[in-house]
């Protein structure tokens, strides 16, 4: 079955590093295109970044850019954010999600999520 | 960017009711809008995709409507299990991907 796992999730100090991990099994991870999405402390959803399946493409939230950078290595199903300059409002449960694209209207949305990772960013 | 409004932001109801949560873009997109749902302490599941489209294994009292801004997510008959979070997320202008500030629906 598809599964999306993190990890590398941690407690930082501001100013930091972290690298986050997302690997998939289940699927052809060459196929997909995965996002990044976060949520803070008793916050809602927030979208963070994403990857194209061949990695040509890539996006990001304003608040991120030229911080964190999103990258993917097909031959071992596994995508990655390095997360730089960290800052406390960074705090959040990071998730990995698949984007799926529907048949007839083309909409995108993501269908497999994993179960996050946590980054607390705090002196 | 497109804004996403969700409506209301808590409700209280009871077993069996059905209920209605709203969500309204800032401009049209068609029909790129999805519904997820989250509870406590799990990742968010995707129930609705393409404003009507009931994703595999989702229960049928899950339903969804609307076109351009306008947009809703009815649950026919709550159950136990449907009290939870529920997100709404546009994909028609990206980036940004929005999500809705969440409608967190409690047990009356």
């Known amino acids: 079955q598809v599964q999306l796992v993190e990890s590398g999730g941690g407690v930082v100090q501001p100013g930091g590093s972290l690298r986050l991990s997302c690997t998939a099994s289940?699927?052809?991870?060459?196929?997909?295109?995965i996002h990044w999405v976060r949520q803070a402390p008793a916050k809602g959803l927030e979208w963070v970044a994403f990857i194209r399946h061949d990695g040509s493409i890539k996006y990001y939230v304003d608040s991120v850019k030229g911080r964190f950078t999103i990258s993917r290595d097909n031959s071992k199903n596994t995508l990655s954010l390095q997360m730089n300059s960290l800052r406390p409002d960074d705090t959040a449960m990071y998730y990995c999600?698949?984007?799926?694209?529907?048949?007839?209207?083309?909409?995108?949305?993501?269908?497999?999520w994993g179960q996050g990772t946590l980054v607390t960013v705090s002196s | 960017d497109i804004q996403m409004t969700q409506a209301p932001s808590s409700l209280s109801a009871s077993v069996g009711d059905r209920v209605t949560i709203t969500c309204r873009a800032s401009q049209s997109i068609s029909s790129y809008i999805n519904w997820y749902q989250q509870k406590p302490g799990e990742a968010p599941k995707l129930l609705i995709y393409?404003?009507?489209s009931l994703q595999s294994g989702v229960p049928s009292r899950f339903s969804g409507s609307g076109s351009g801004t306008d947009f809703t997510l009815t649950i026919s008959s709550l159950q136990p299990e449907d009290f939870a979070t529920y997100y709404c997320q546009q994909t028609f202008s990206i980036p940004p991907i929005i999500f809705g500030q969440g409608t967190r629906l409690e047990f009356k």
């Open positions: 999600a698949r984007k799926k694209i529907a048949k007839d209207i083309k909409v995108e949305y993501f269908d497999y």
């Open positions: 289940g699927f052809n991870f060459n196929n997909y295109g």
């Open positions: 393409s404003a009507s």
